[in-house]
Each structure stands twice: as structure tokens, then as C-alpha cells.
């Protein structure tokens, strides 16, 4: 099957880069996750709407350090999905050396 914006093949989390490059952190997997989830889960971030009215987690670099060990811990707990998208988000964001990270989510 071929992917459209509509599909879950293609809907994704996405950030900017460190070039200003927008980058694609997660593709989202099958499940019942979103982006918010992790601010309603383990409370970090806080939610924002774009300018197109797509959902923005926006995370500082204390916020970033937890996530990891918060998805490991709760790894059992909730789906693979939401788990990988935690670890991706640490994955991209850690080592940026900024006051937050904005990512923004097709859903």
C-alpha cells in the first residue's frame, strides 16, 4: 500500500535540526499513541498548536534527560509505539545545545 498524508505510513513527529532543516524524528507505528502523550504520561513539556494547528511538544533539556530513563522504566507498561517515540525524541534532542526543542507531530 502506497502511503498518503492520511496514512499511518507517513504521519511522523518532526523537529528542526541544528542547520534549520526540518527532520524527521518518529514515524509513527500502530497503536493509539500521539505526541501529547508524553506530556499527559510522564508530564513533561508542555502542548502548543502551530501555526496550521498541528500539535507542538516543547521540551527543555532537563525535560530531555528524563525522558530516557522514563521510557525504560515504563517499557512494560506502555505500548512499543509510544516507548520508541520517547527514546526517539531523547535520541534527537540530547546534545543540542538549546534553550527548548519544539517538535511537531502530523497528529
Known amino acids: 500500500m502506497t502511503g498518503t498524508p492520511e496514512t499511518p505510513e507517513t504521519l ?63 517499557s512494560f507498561d506502555y505500548e512499543e509505539g509510544f516507548i520508541e517515540l520517547c527514546l526517539d525524541l531523547h535520541r534527537f534532542a540530547t546534545g543540542l545545545n538549546l534553550p527548548e526543542i519544539r517538535f511537531q507531530s502530523d497528529i
Not at 15 to 25: C, D, F, I
Open 12 to 74: 511522523a513527529v518532526t523537529a528542526l535540526g541544528p542547520k534549520g532543516e526540518t527532520v524527521r524524528v518518529h514515524a509513527y507505528q500502530d497503536g493509539d499513541y500521539v505526541l501529547a502523550d508524553v506530556r499527559d504520561v510522564f508530564g513533561l513539556g508542555r502542548m502548543e498548536t502551530d501555526e496550521t494547528g498541528h500539535p507542538v511538544l516543547v521540551l527543555r533539556p532537563n525535560e530531555v534527560r528524563q525522558l530516557k530513563p522514563l521510557a525504560d522504566s515504563h
